[in-house]
């Protein structure tokens, strides 16, 4: 089956628009991904949301462990 070929806006390559091509629909899928990935700024938001979540959940293991133990005692 063919697909319509496009070109990238970002690096004026050819490809093939397919139907699941995830991103922008006129960008290749090398670029699509290089913008899914995001900028260097976005990426530490996320690694900070990640370690905060982290943290909450170890807070909440380690109240959940404190209330077994004393329900052991
Ligand atoms: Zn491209």
């Not at 990640?50 to 052991?72: C, G, I």
């Amino acid at each position: 089956m063919a697909f319509p070929i496009k070109i990238c806006v970002v690096c004026s390559e050819e490809f093939e628009l397919k139907p699941d091509k995830p991103g922008f629909a006129n960008r290749c899928p090398e670029c699509s991904a290089e913008e899914s990935t995001g900028p260097k700024t976005k990426r530490h938001m996320d690694a900070d949301e990640r370690k905060s979540a982290s943290e909450a959940n170890d807070a909440r293991r380690q109240a959940m462990r404190d209330l077994l133990y004393r329900k052991d005692s």
